[in-house]
């Protein structure tokens, strides 16, 4: 880390600053009654997305100091780069679909619970959330599949575990983003099977919310996967 | 997407119907925060007792055949790391963050309630997992509560076999634990507030809940970064953090590995650590005292900015525990700036809570003692942490007893005596039970005075350079003969305090059974968790109806009430002056 970093850093925070003055400028004890929030009106997000975006910021802040760890490291003279096995093209485009499917099936979801159109076509629409929905899930499995394959080649080439630096971040990055991808799986699973029984109009909304959590998820594994990617493809 | 608020959800979730879901899987946030305190102060009794074993050492060398250099070194070690994180981070957080955040803000639980039970029993595991350290083959580590590499994983340090694995994975899972619990309090204050209750009316005890929490779960991911990373030097031969290096004649397998990398990543989750600490804490106290000296806070927003700025600062400071380490100067210079502007809003904050004193109707409960007595202990170890962050004063003293006293007074006396000061203030609301009034000053008082007894001296022993983290300090020229008086003086010292808290055990126990039925509001208070309509509060906390909040949590001694504070559920009423 640079001098000019820093000050980048400290620019930010000046401006993070500034913006929570702007929004904590009320003067409490003046206010009396009952203030109106979005919090309390129908369209504000629920607790789950919400609770969703704040675990993404402690994973995110995992792998960005796993990553600068690595960059740290890195700088060590001993340093031997890690030739990447040519399967990891093949499982990032995995991702990649399974990324597309299951937004495709939250899009089919978002649409199929609200009371618009015939029921023949609501039902259409959450044959085909299911049909994108277990697409996305496998697709995440071949990946994993995939980890396992890549790892299996190193280890053939003698990149084992603790041969070298490069080659234990490699290991332990691959596999808590694995580890992350087999949690988000779980959640998956119940979705899936949630979801084969939607008839009922009350549950509808519960299996939509989750098929978006899924597809956050999935975008932001995905996410965290290309950035994995290119910190051993390109430093 | 249409959806409801969580606060005008009418159905109870997860009601419990047997022993078993009410009091050991239980879902409600009242009862995990009883669980969590419960098991907090249990580990807290080891540790203070692992302390009670070091004094004892320093003050009369020589005098126990029982702690030896490698029981010493696992008894700092375990004292340090039980006190910082399984006590005061797992007490504030899991004991007073899932007892109040509910109740403050007009929730009937957290919103995950499921996630909120598997965070205790997480944490229960953690503690598990640290005290078999004390069972198995060498015991617990004795790398020091910053367990630095190399010497953490090298024989010759007590523990390296087994203890620095236990350790490490305890730490992991506490770590999970913390996740858990942290997802539902950030997400409950932001979600799950009653009608009426703006982030700007939440009492300042939710602030500094809020805020710490925030803090602890962009902090602690470093710490389990650094966990896995060194547990996986240990096990898996990798070199993370172990550089080539020869150990009792022999070649290590290790090469090239970083171990200031793994004081950055320590330090990136310490520093925020105590500060984990220090803002709930920062929060009790701006409520007790108002509530207690009968004033509304001076300077809320103030007090929010505050807690907003620290939170914000205490990510950039942590290298100023590692001037000792060596950095190239710019860097001790930034480190070192940074850390004297966090002076900034702490200062404001302790200029507020004397101003909020100032010409109130101080009413000297026990509550009001501790959160007083706080402000003495920490502007104390607060005014030595500013010669601390000064890269060359830290030089010399770096190493020294001036800095035990430090984070002592501001981290370890300040935050137990607001612990205390909270326990005392919401026993009745927790139990339904009023506690003994004249044992609780007899506690404060006693625990007070010996912590100063304790820490003042040890400022000097500093002064004078008697090294800190010596067994046995030997015959040393430059140190007079009565810094080992002092030393056996601060062991009585610290003997007595340690002893005096059984007071505190007597009055819960007593008062449990024996105490005068508290009314719902005993202390006149005005934030919501007084209100509820039975006390204690039963599950879904409010009966038939949340409340709605009218005002602002600090209308004490409001011109023109008819009494000396008005409720926040209370709708404003004619003779009240305009605002």
């Known amino acids: ?235 | 997407m249409t959806q409801i608020a969580v606060t005008d959800q009418t159905h109870v979730l997860h009601e419990p119907h047997s022993f078993v879901t009410r009091y050991i899987w239980s879902q409600d946030h009242k009862v995990i925060a009883v669980q969590y305190a419960i098991t907090a102060i249990f580990v807290g009794i080891i540790a203070m007792v692992l302390s009670w074993l070091m004094r004892l050492q320093l003050g009369f060398p020589h005098e126990f055949a029982l702690i030896n250099p490698n029981a010493y070194y696992q008894f700092i070690t375990m004292h340090g790391m039980i006190m910082v994180i399984y006590l005061l981070t797992a007490l504030f957080l899991g004991g007073f963050g899932n007892y109040l955040i509910p109740l403050m803000i007009g929730a009937r639980d957290m919103v995950f309630p499921y996630l909120n039970m598997l965070s205790y029993w997480f944490y229960l595991l953690s503690v598990i997992i640290l005290l078999a350290a004390f069972f198995v083959p060498g015991g617990p580590t004795g790398a020091g509560w910053t367990l630095y590499p190399p010497q953490a994983v090298l024989p010759g340090t007590p523990g390296a076999d087994w203890g620095i694995v236990t350790m490490l994975i305890s730490l992991a899972v506490f770590v999970v634990a913390f996740t858990m619990g942290g997802l539902n309090y950030v997400t409950t204050v932001l979600q799950a507030r009653t009608k009426g209750m703006t982030l700007m009316r939440m009492p300042l005890t939710v602030w500094g809940i809020f805020m710490a929490t925030v803090l602890g779960l962009l902090a602690f991911p470093a710490l389990f970064v650094s966990a896995v990373m060194m547990l996986l030097d240990r096990l898996a031969g990798t070199s993370f953090f172990m550089p080539e290096l020869v150990s009792m004649g022999r070649q290590m397998p290790h090469s090239g590995g970083s171990p200031i990398l793994f004081q950055h990543l320590f330090w990136f989750f310490g520093h925020p650590e105590v500060y984990i600490v220090a803002l709930p804490a920062f929060g009790m106290v701006s409520d007790l005292l108002s509530t207690h000296a009968r004033k509304n806070i001076f300077g809320y927003r103030m007090m929010v900015w505050a807690i907003l700025a620290i939170g914000c600062l205490s990510f950039v400071v942590w290298a100023h525990h590692m001037y000792v380490s060596g950095m190239n100067p710019y860097f001790g210079f930034f480190f070192a700036t940074t850390t004297l502007i966090i002076a900034i809003p702490t200062a404001i904050k302790v200029y507020n809570w004397v101003l909020t004193l100032w010409r109130g109707n101080i009413h000297l409960t026990v509550p009001m003692l501790f959160a007083i007595g706080f402000i003495f202990t920490f502007v104390h170890g607060g005014l030595t942490g500013l010669f601390l962050g000064n890269v060359v004063v830290d030089l010399p003293l770096s190493d020294t007893y001036f800095v035990v006293a430090h984070f002592h007074m501001v981290m370890g006396i300040s935050p137990v005596l607001v612990v205390f000061g909270a326990i005392y203030h919401w026993f009745p609301k927790i139990t339904g039970r009023m506690f003994n009034e004249r044992l609780g000053k007899w506690h404060f008082w006693l625990t007070f005075l010996g912590a100063y007894a304790i820490y003042l001296p040890m400022h000097y022993l500093g002064f004078l350079g008697v090294p800190r983290r010596y067994y046995a300090m030997g015959d040393t020229y430059f140190m007079p003969e009565s810094a080992q008086a002092l030393n056996a003086q601060i062991t009585i010292a610290a003997l007595i305090v340690g002893a005096v808290q059984i007071l505190f055990f007597i009055n819960v126990i007593w008062s449990l059974r024996y105490g005068a039925r508290a009314d719902g509001n005993p202390w006149r208070a005005t934030t919501l968790e007084w209100q509820t309509p039975t006390t204690p509060p039963p599950h879904g906390n409010w009966g038939a109806q949340v409340p709605e909040v009218h005002r602002w949590a600090y209308d004490y001694s409001v011109p023109g009430a008819a009494e000396d504070f008005v409720p926040q559920n209370v709708p404003a009423s004619t003779g009240e002056a305009p605002r």
């Open chain 1, 1 to 235: 880390m640079n001098i000019g970093i820093m000050l980048a850093l400290i620019g930010l925070a000046i401006g993070v600053w500034w913006v929570l003055l702007q929004k904590f400028r009320a003067k409490p004890w003046l206010q009396q009654g009952v203030l109106a929030e979005p919090l309390h009106s129908a369209t504000f997000y629920p607790p789950q997305l919400v609770g969703l975006g704040v675990f993404l910021a402690v994973v995110m802040t995992l792998f960005a100091l796993f990553a600068a760890a690595y960059h740290m490291r890195m700088n060590v003279p001993d340093w031997v780069h890690l030739p990447l096995p040519p399967v990891l093209l093949l499982n990032t485009a995995l991702l990649v679909l399974g990324s597309i499917a299951i937004q495709a099936a939250w899009s089919a979801a978002d649409h199929g619970h609200d009371d618009t159109g015939t029921a023949e076509a609501r039902a259409e629409r959450w044959r085909r959330a299911r049909f994108y929905l277990q697409w996305g899930g496998l697709f995440a499995f071949a990946f994993l599949v995939g980890q396992l394959a890549a790892w299996r080649q190193l280890d053939a080439q003698g990149f084992y575990f603790s041969c070298s630096p490069a080659s234990a971040f490699f290991y332990v990055l691959t596999a808590l983003h694995g580890l992350h991808l087999l949690g988000g799986l779980l959640v998956w699973g119940k979705t899936a099977l949630m979801s084969v029984r939607v008839d009922g109009a009350e549950r509808a909304p519960a299996i939509a919310l989750n098929i978006r959590l899924c597809a956050i998820y999935w975008h932001f594994l995905l996410l965290i996967w290309l950035a994995v990617y290119a910190l051993f493809a390109f430093t």
